[in-house]
């Protein structure tokens, strides 16, 4: 059929016209979480099935997610991916809204013993966990044989590593881990302990260690310049080549436990999307869907149990290891308290 030049450009825009329409009317769903923390797949099927597209922004602390929602920000998504005490903290402060009931239809795939731990919202009215997990130690064991040294805390001790050590900077996390050691709550209020725990870091740490690193750990260790680190797993295998992994690394969660950190998905007051949010939540929480994200971190399955059966890689601990972990939380204006000293050690290793 011949079409004239008039016709197929009114065809043309027409059609444009349409997509347009289509492309406007095509709702987005806006999620704000840590970096590298939502496979890609499990969002495309998302964004097949519901027929929505999902923009994801990434933040590296809480402290960054935080200050950017309390300042303008806040209208710009409808989930954000924080920690139990930023939870606390932005319930108190009213900064979500109520999860979607209804459509929450996964919520009896939560794990009950993770919901326990989340004493500011054990019912999920406003956060539902996505994920606990803890950082632990990561030992070279090409460099110093695995079963020559203690697997606690009191690694850093060790005079084998000195200056090849290393441990984040991160306050809550390094006094964390000295607390478990000495027996306290990772988020205690006792000066004395608080104190307690400071020395034993300064006296019997500190000596061995190179610096205080939340980020280059991993490409460190992997390099060779490190031969003990305290970190997240993930941060070292996923600069150690595969085939090394099981000849160099040695991981473990100490038994004394330590500092551990619950991530939850929240929808944000502004959020216009609400429902839709809540169907992502949802969706993530069907099983088979969970242990993708757990077989893309190579993550134990600790939230969601049921994912276990549908998981498909051998994770890099178990989560037995984090029994004994505890959550780091709202310590409010005792934070000071873990703060100051904190400063006197950071001066002291440089």
Not at 32 to 56: I, M
Not at 123 to 139: I, K, L, Q, S
Request: with cysteine.
């Amino acid at each position: 059929m011949k079409i004239t030049s008039k016709i197929a450009a009114a065809l043309f825009t027409a059609a444009a016209f349409t997509m347009l329409v289509s492309c406007e009317s095509k709702p987005t769903l806006k999620l704000f979480s840590w970096t590298y923390y939502t496979p890609k797949d499990v969002v495309a099927d998302f964004e097949k099935e519901f027929n929505c597209s999902v923009v994801v922004t990434e933040y590296d602390s809480n402290e960054t997610m935080y200050n950017k929602l309390i300042n303008g920000g806040a209208k710009s998504f409808d989930i954000v991916v924080p920690s139990q005490d930023y939870v606390s903290i932005m319930i108190q402060k009213g900064m979500f809204q109520p999860i979607v009931q209804e459509k929450f239809t996964n919520r009896d795939k939560i794990n009950p013993a993770i919901l326990e731990k989340a004493t500011y919202d054990t019912d999920m009215t406003y956060a539902v966990p996505y994920y606990f997990g803890a950082a632990g130690v990561c030992v070279n064991k090409k460099k110093v044989p695995e079963g020559s040294y203690e697997k606690t805390w009191n690694i850093f001790a060790d005079e084998r590593f000195a200056k090849k050590a290393s441990m984040m900077d991160d306050y809550r996390e390094v006094i964390g881990d000295a607390l478990a050691y000495c027996g306290y709550s990772v988020s205690t209020t006792n000066q004395s302990e608080v104190d307690e725990a400071v020395n034993l870091i300064k006296n019997s740490w500190l000596p061995n260690i190179v610096k205080f690193d939340a980020e280059g750990f991993g490409k460190d260790f992997a390099r060779g310049d490190l031969w003990l680190c305290q970190g997240y797993a993930e941060c070292v295998y996923g600069e150690v080549q595969e085939e090394d992994w099981a000849d160099t690394i040695d991981f473990f969660i100490p038994a004394e436990g330590g500092p551990s950190y619950l991530d939850s998905m929240c929808i944000l007051k502004d959020s216009k999307n609400a429902e839709l949010a809540t169907e992502f939540i949802n969706f993530i929480h069907r099983p088979e869907n969970y242990a993708k994200f757990l077989d893309f971190f190579l993550f134990p399955a600790t939230v969601n149990l049921e994912a276990e059966q549908y998981m498909t890689k051998t994770p890099m601990y178990t989560a037995d290891q984090l029994e004994n972990c505890g959550l780091k939380l709202d310590l409010g204006d005792k934070l000071d308290m873990y703060y100051q000293p904190w400063e006197n050690l950071r001066t002291a290793a440089n």
